[in-house]
T-cell receptor, first 114, second 112 residues
Framework: GEDVEQSLFLSVREGDSSVINCTYT??????LYWYKQEPGAGLQLLTY?????DMKQDQRLTVLLNKKDKHLSLRIADTQTGDSAIYFCAESINSGGGADGLTFGKGTHLIIQP | SAVISQKPSRDICQRGTSLTIQCQVDSQVTMMFWYRQQPGQSLTLIATANQGSEATYESGFVIDKFPISRPNLTFSTLTVSNMSPEDSSIYLCSAGRNYEQYFGPGTRLTVT
């Protein structure tokens, strides 16, 4: 079955880069996603990557995918206090995120130190 | 993107009663889903809401407990039936289009 693993906490200094890691077990995963959840708020779709891609960059966000190792990472450059949130990794299998539900990791709490 | 609204945003209910949560999307979408997020936990998929047919439930979730309707491409409801305190959770609706899946703000349910 599907399983998505993430570290529970990551602490970084303001201005540094944050790298949040995720591993998944289902090799048939088609799309992989990163969501952000701020306290008391809903989930915000940050970015997603198709399984035949290695990297995707969007402004301060860089997603790296190592399909062989089933490893996904999210790098946030120049981390700011507004980046403090829980970051969820999620995978969609079979036909993709438009047609299938997602399996989520437990989320990584990103803590920003001044 | 899709803008998703849910009603109610929160409710406190007594055990044994039922609550129906509504989800409205601002445009037509391919799929709609219902998730549960228990306090401090991740999201768990309850079911896929299929337009014009019965919902598809994930392991551990059954229609009698969580009946779902989807009468058209932009609206769905989830009912939490015969509630117990273990049903206290945030219930989220999501909608998928073009490999992107967006989430509503959630309904925070407390069962006393």
């Amino acid at each position: 079955g599907e399983d998505v693993e993430q570290s529970l906490f990551l602490s970084v200094r303001e201005g540094d880069s944050s790298v949040i890691n995720c591993t998944y077990t289902d090799s048939s995963s088609t799309y992989l996603y990163w969501y952000k959840q701020e306290p008391g708020a809903g989930l915000q779709l940050l970015t997603y990557i198709f399984s035949n891609m290695d990297m995707k960059q969007d402004q301060r966000l860089t997603v790296l995918l190592n399909k062989k190792d089933k490893h996904l990472s999210l790098r946030i450059a120049d981390t700011q206090t507004g980046d403090s949130a829980i970051y969820f990794c999620a995978e969609s299998i079979n036909s993709g995120g438009g047609a299938d539900g997602l399996t989520f990791g437990k989320g990584t709490h990103l803590i920003i130190q001044p | 993107s899709a803008v998703i609204s849910q009603k109610p945003s929160r409710d406190i209910c007594q055990r044994g009663t039922s609550l129906t949560i509504q989800c409205q999307v601002d445009s037509q979408v391919t799929m709609m889903f219902w998730y549960r997020q228990q306090p401090g936990q991740s999201l768990t998929l309850i079911a896929t809401a299929n337009q014009g047919s019965e919902a598809t439930y994930e392991s551990g979730f059954v229609i009698d407990k969580f009946p779902i309707s989807r009468p058209n491409l932009t609206f769905s409801t989830l009912t939490v039936s015969n509630m117990s305190p273990e049903d206290s959770s945030i219930y989220l609706c999501s909608a998928g289009r073009n490999y992107e899946q967006y989430f509503g703000p959630g309904t925070r349910l407390t069962v006393t």
